[in-house]
């Protein structure tokens, strides 16, 4: 069995910077894709970012330019920084993992950006 263990949400006023983290455990092989996905209250889960097991990356419209996805493949773990935040990135942030072609979901951690 595979965890997978988020941290790094929070409040933030809008124009600042968080960065989130995604830390799988347990029996891994192999990781291939990663992805960052957001849940807002009354809207559809929507795509953030993607990285393959190349490295490389892809973003969702409204967030390309601000955020930036990465790994650390020998610890098994994803980042999301995120940049010049805005109200409307509030949400649910959700990890996704594909351990040994399984998919893997983190349990979200809430971002709210206000002033």
């Known amino acids: 069995q595979v965890q997978l263990v988020e941290s790094g949400g929070g409040l933030v006023q809008p124009g600042g910077s968080l960065r989130l983290s995604c830390a799988a455990s347990?029996?891994?092989?192999?990781?291939?894709?990663i992805r960052w996905d957001r849940q807002a209250p009354g809207k559809e889960r929507e795509l953030v970012a993607r990285?393959?097991?190349?490295?490389?990356?892809y973003y969702g419209e409204a967030v390309n330019g601000r955020f930036t996805i990465s790994r650390d493949s020998t610890k098994n773990i994803v980042y999301l920084q995120m940049n010049t935040l805005k109200p409307e990135d509030t949400a649910i942030y959700y990890c996704?993992?594909?351990?040994?072609?399984?998919?893997?979901w983190g349990q979200g951690t809430q971002v709210t950006v206000s002033s």
């Open positions: 996704r993992f594909v351990v040994d072609h399984r998919i893997y």
């Open positions: 990285i393959t097991s190349s490295s490389r990356t």
């Open positions: 347990g029996r891994i092989f192999n990781i291939s894709d």
